[in-house]
């Protein structure tokens, strides 16, 4: 009975919230906008029940003094001072000191440090054995070129090749990947909706 109780809800609130975006009625509109609101409220109380878990864990590992330990202290002080300059709003002023100076510099010391991981991949992992790797090792060696100030000296038909590849092929490339994660997202609904997946009862 329980099982099939959530089922029937399930199937409910995903029929209404779908139904939603293609009528135009009072009563399924606010039906729709009540059940999108309750799934932010929920995902809200996810993201704190994920913070209380994220500090225990970190706690556990502090008390135990398990190897790498004051990563864990660094953590759970930065989350403190976060949710104390957040207090005051997420505009207020320490919030936009702290993302400025402090979050924007890590962001891009990181990208920094993951743009020669990278390279050092793609140098291990694509060997030219066949005329598509070496499509894809000139196309990805042109972008990078390109980006570099000094392209232009190089020869001054970089960039308009790099903006070309991301431009064509890329965006190409990128909207078969997005047709195809749509039709899979659309796919997996339906499963849901027609009760083939369950993944409520998990």
């Known amino acids: 009975m329980k099982r099939i109780l ?3 809800i399930a199937l409910a609130t995903a029929a209404i919230v779908l139904i ?3 009528v135009d009625s009072p009563i ?3 039906a729709g906008a009540l059940l999108t609101e309750g799934a932010v409220v929920l ?3 996810a993201m704190i029940l994920g913070l209380l878990n994220l500090l225990a864990v970190h706690l556990a590992r502090m008390r135990t003094k398990e190897p790498g330990w004051p990563y864990s202290v660094v953590l759970i002080v930065t989350v403190v001072v976060m949710l104390a300059l957040g207090l005051g709003g997420p505009g207020s002023a320490p919030v936009t000191w702290a993302f400025r100076y402090v979050y924007s510099p890590l ?3 990181m990208f920094s440090l993951l743009a020669f991981f990278i390279i050092t991949a793609v140098y291990r ?3 030219v054995k066949s005329w598509e790797t070496a499509l894809f090792v000139a196309a990805g060696l042109i972008v990078l070129i390109g980006q570099i100030p000094l392209a232009e000296k190089l020869w001054q038909q970089f960039p308009v090749l790099k903006d070309w590849v991301l431009a064509v092929p ?3 490339g990128m909207r078969g990947i997005l047709l195809g994660v749509a039709l899979g997202t659309i796919l997996a609904g339906l499963r849901v909706l027609l009760l083939m997946d369950r993944p409520y009862l998990e």
């Open 28 to 30: 399924v509109n606010q």
């Open 107 to 109: 962001q891009a010391t």
């Open 125 to 127: 992992a694509f060997r």
């Open 20 to 22: 939603d975006f293609f």
């Open 6 to 8: 959530l089922s029937v």
């Open 43 to 45: 995902a809200a109380f």
């Open 170 to 172: 890329a965006t190409a």
